[in-house]
């Protein structure tokens, strides 16, 4: 089981904006990360920290926490956005990294 | 810009022992803690462990002692072996880039994947 914990599955209607969160105690202490994975690629890093955007990412991915809970927000959700999305942080010891089980993302 | 390339065996017998190396290219070994990441199919994503280039190491509890990561600086490269493979570890294998100071830590880089069928 997961130490951070997430929806299994949203959908969001094209062009609208979906929340997808993220749960977990080791995020009172480590900021929350977001990957994007499409099937057969790697996961790619959309957020970082506070509400930081690698290079290539569109400004549409913001974060935001709120005590334990991360959460990834898509403003104007693109087709190209459906997913499989990820958090991860340091656990709360900061001795080992922990994933959510991650939320399939659809795009209607 | 740069590259992780991974390489290894990707059919392995139950009891064998998994072995995959990540070669860095294109930029500094040094700075970073290294990680491997593994997904089993229709699965999420699961941390193994990770090394810093002067070799610090931490590892998932739940794989049970039978991981070992390892680096070789002048390669830039590192290592994994895990022990006593059995189905349960058939999995898309990545090496992944950990960077970042408290409270930021996050992977930045991804090779990617290897698949490793363990299969009689």
């Known amino acids: 089981s997961s130490e951070l914990t997430q929806d299994p599955a949203v959908s969001v209607a094209l062009r609208q904006t979906v929340r997808i969160t993220c749960q977990g105690d080791s995020l009172k202490k480590y900021y929350a990360n977001w990957y994007q994975q499409k099937p057969g690629q790697a996961p790619v890093l959309v957020i970082y920290?506070?509400?930081n955007r690698p290079s290539g990412i569109p400004d549409r991915f913001s974060g935001s926490i709120s005590g334990n809970t991360a959460t990834l927000t898509i403003t104007g959700a693109q087709a190209e956005d459906e997913a499989d999305y990820y958090c991860n942080s340091r656990g709360g010891s900061g001795d080992h990294v922990v994933f959510g089980g991650g939320t399939k993302l659809t795009v209607l | 810009q740069v590259q992780l390339q991974q390489w290894g065996a990707g059919l392995l017998k139950p009891s064998e022992t998994l072995s995959l190396t990540c070669g860095v290219s294109?930029?500094?070994?040094?700075?970073?803690?290294w990680s491997w990441v593994r997904q089993a199919p229709g699965k999420g994503l699961e941390w193994i462990g990770e090394i810093s280039h002067i070799g610090s190491i931490n590892y998932n509890p739940s794989l049970k002692s039978r991981a070992s990561i390892s680096v070789d600086t002048s390669k830039n490269q590192l290592a994994l072996k895990v022990t006593s493979v059995t189905a349960a570890d058939t999995a898309v294998y990545y090496c992944a880039r950990g960077r970042g100071h408290y409270p930021y830590w996050f992977f930045d880089l991804w090779g990617r994947g290897t698949l490793v069928t363990v299969s009689s």
């Open positions: 294109g930029g500094s070994f040094s700075g970073f803690y």
């Open positions: 920290g506070k509400d």
